[in-house]
């Protein structure tokens, strides 16, 4: 089993930036990779961003520019560091421990909130 802990969510005004932490723990050789996942009510869990622990990053279309996904190897922690926060990226953000194989289901972690205020 792996856990993830998300943290740094919060209520911010327009133009703010945040930067979100996932922390694992547990049986990390089961996982080959982090990503973040905002779910806005109502909504699927979409990617913004993965980075695998060989280094390999992907952002999801929707993303333009204002996000950077980070990982601290020694730490077992990836971060999403989030300028310009808009309206829009209000959301609960899911961190995501990507099993090797498709049919293997993934870990999730229980989400930190993001709010926007305009």
């Known amino acids: 089993q792996v856990q993830l802990a998300e943290s740094g969510g919060g209520s911010v005004q327009t133009g703010g930036s945040l930067r979100l932490s996932c922390t694992a723990s547990?049986?990390?050789?089961?996982?080959?990779?982090m990503g973040w996942f905002p779910q806005a009510p109502g909504k699927q869990r979409v990617l913004v961003a993965t980075?695998?622990?060989?280094?390999?990053?992907e952002y999801g279309a929707a993303v333009k520019d204002r996000f950077t996904i980070i990982r601290d190897k020694p730490k077992n922690a990836v971060y999403l560091q989030i300028n310009d926060l808009k309206p829009e990226d209000t959301c609960d953000y899911y961190c995501?421990?990507?099993?090797?194989?498709?049919?293997?289901?993934?870990?999730w972690g229980q989400g930190t909130q993001v709010t926007v205020s305009s």
């Open positions: 995501r421990g990507y099993r090797q194989h498709y049919y293997e289901n993934d870990y």
């Open positions: 547990g049986r990390m050789f089961t996982i080959n990779a």
């Open positions: 980075i695998t622990f060989d280094g390999a990053i």
